[in-house]
């Protein structure tokens, strides 16, 4: 086994943990858990202990992501059970496959690999993401179950940037502190910090570069 697989295997409890605050909305666990699991392995991939931060810190609002991408692509619309087991086999087929590879597999491969012709994959990938329809009657087709907000997310997210906001040097940290925490303008910050609006406005956009590279 080679280390991202070690890597992702110890941290399969970050996944468990995250589909937890999804459970009963909409979406069969499996889905969760796949989407989680590519998550956490784009975490893997993406970590730099660089960054100042803990794994976990790093990759919760990662796994996070994917699993609410899961819900704003249809993950909870209702399909043939045909395609719902094919999907779900494509996504076992492709974190595996990324997990040996590196890289997202083609169709062509996810077709040798689970003996289906590509026609059928297509049909497949395409039903799980029809459009939703949010005010559908409970008993329509396409009728989904939208997730609230969750409070622990949230806070997970804030602690998440709170970590990541520490890796930047005290220039940084206090323009971030200024335009964002106490909600200067750039023109006030500049006057603060005996710097220009434009240079602040430069300076801003790398650091908002930099925090979404870390936060993947």
Request: charged share 35%; net charge positive.
């Amino acid at each position: 086994m080679t280390e991202r697989e070690n890597a992702v295997n110890r941290n399969l409890g970050l996944v468990r943990a995250c589909c937890k605050r999804f459970k009963d909305r909409g979406v069969e666990y499996d889905d969760l858990y796949s989407a989680g699991c590519l998550g956490l392995v784009k975490a893997v991939d993406n970590f730099d202990t660089s960054y100042g931060v803990k794994f976990s810190t790093y990759a919760v609002p990662v796994i996070l992501g994917e699993i609410k991408r899961l819900f704003r692509d249809g993950g909870a619309v209702k399909v043939s059970r045909n395609l719902k087991e094919l999907s779900l086999k494509i996504k076992k087929f492709s974190i595996e496959f990324q997990l040996k590879n590196g890289r997202e597999p083609s169709i062509t491969e996810i077709s040798e690999g689970l003996g289906e012709s590509a026609e059928k994959l297509c049909e497949a990938l395409n039903a799980s993401r029809l459009p939703l329809s949010l005010t559908a009657d409970s008993d329509d087709d396409r009728a989904v179950d939208i997730p609230t907000e969750d409070i622990a997310e949230k806070l997970t997210e804030k602690l998440a940037l709170r970590d990541v906001i520490k890796t930047l040097n005290s220039n940084d940290r206090k323009i971030i502190e200024l335009r964002y925490y106490k909600h200067m303008t750039q023109t006030k910050t500049a006057e603060r910090l005996g710097m220009t609006q434009v240079q602040i406005s430069r300076r801003e956009k790398k650091i908002l570069n930099e925090l979404r590279l870390k936060l993947g």
